[in-house]
């Protein structure tokens, strides 16, 4: 039985990780900072919550304590909390607590989560890491003039989906056992910026949360310290 640890899963593109990788047999341990809510998704799924905040040391800590009390063991993680922050207007808001508190969710949070986690990783057979990225995050993308991230501006959000570029590379080359990925999703409905979903132009997280099952599911001969998308690899 594999077992799964999916952070900031209790909507959107993380709680459709869930149940894609529920109905593939993993036994998913849901990742959210609110219990009530973590804990309803997780009934809804059939998974097991585990309440975790990726910006809170201690709280990263009890959630991995709590995991490996349990015996489940740990042989996927997918780093899937991220957050953008908007200020007056919707425009995306670049003043240093945002800047900062962007950062610590989306870049900082994997290796507080993943540091956190390799013990139990590097006990099982086959252990997997899949961060969440963007095409935003890529210098290829964003300078490729056919592909919409280059249409669109993101100094801060964009500049910490560049950092979880650099975190995978280097935690993939620092731990060769491993199958460590980051993915792009896709442009996704969600409410990352803190509106309705539906408001925010995409395709549905159902769809979106594909290719990070995909990702979550490879097997020790898989790819490691690559970027992946729908149909394949990513520049970076």
Known sequence: MTTTLITGANTGLGKQTA??????????????????RG????????????????????????????????GTGLDVLVNNAGIARRGAGGSEALDGPSVL????????GIIRVTEAALPLLQRSSNPVIVNISSALGSFWATH???????????????????????????????????????VEPGITQTSLGGGDPKSHPGRPAAESA????RLACIGSDGPTGTFQEDDGELGW
Request: net charge negative; glycine share 4%; no cysteine.
């Open 19 to 36: 149940r894609l990788l529920v109905e593939a047999g993993h036994t998913v341990w849901l990742g959210a900072r609110d219990e009530a």
């Open 39 to 70: 804990q309803a998704a997780a009934d809804e799924l059939g998974a097991r919550f585990v309440q975790l905040d990726v910006t809170d040391d201690a709280s990263v800590a009890a959630a991995l304590a709590a995991i490996e009390a349990s």
């Open 101 to 108: 508190e962007v950062f610590d969710t989306n870049a900082v």
């Open 144 to 182: 490729e003039p056919s592909r919409p991230a280059s249409h669109f501006r993101s100094i801060a959000y964009g500049s910490s989906k560049a950092a979880v570029s650099m975190i995978t590379v280097q935690y993939a080359l620092s731990y060769p056992q491993l199958r460590i990925n980051a």
């Open 210 to 213: 594909k290719v990070v099952a």
